[in-house]
């Protein structure tokens, strides 16, 4: 079983930055991928971004593209996600989600909530304008 726990989400004004963290414990796999979906009330579950373990490859959705970055603390075996430059359509839940196995790389797939065995419980991102 893995446990993921997201932190660092808030409330920000637009044009501000923030940095989520998904810290992961348990049986993780030596080489399990990263995902970060979001979700809005009343909207479905929103690919956001995603990371190979050794970040070879990352995708990101192309409403976040240019303004969010992911990444990993080794050291923490913590993931992270960078956000700038926020607008008011960036307010939702975030997750993090990790693959029981090494992430595949076809787009279609990483981008399917679907693809990611573990869930962490969200974080609250809200962005006023």
């Known amino acids: 079983q893995v446990h993921l726990v997201e932190s660092g989400g808030g409330l920000v004004q637009a044009g501000d930055s923030l940095r989520l963290s998904c810290a992961a414990s348990g049986r993780t796999s030596s080489n399990y991928g990263l995902g970060w979906f979001r979700q809005a009330p009343g909207q479905e579950r929103e690919f956001v971004a995603a990371?190979?373990?050794?970040?070879?490859?990352?995708f990101y959705g192309d409403s976040v593209r240019g303004r969010f970055t992911v990444s990993r603390d080794n050291v923490k075996n913590t993931n992270i996600l960078q956000m700038i430059n926020l607008k008011p359509e960036d307010t939702a839940v975030y997750y993090c989600?990790?693959?029981?196995?090494?992430?595949?790389?076809?787009?279609?797939?990483?981008?399917?909530?679907?693809?990611?065995?573990?869930w962490g419980q969200g974080t609250q991102v809200t962005v006023s304008s």
């Open positions: 989600a990790a693959t029981e196995g090494p992430l595949p790389t076809s787009l279609s797939i990483v981008t399917t909530p679907g693809t990611y065995t573990y």
């Open positions: 990371r190979t373990y050794y970040g070879a490859r990352t």
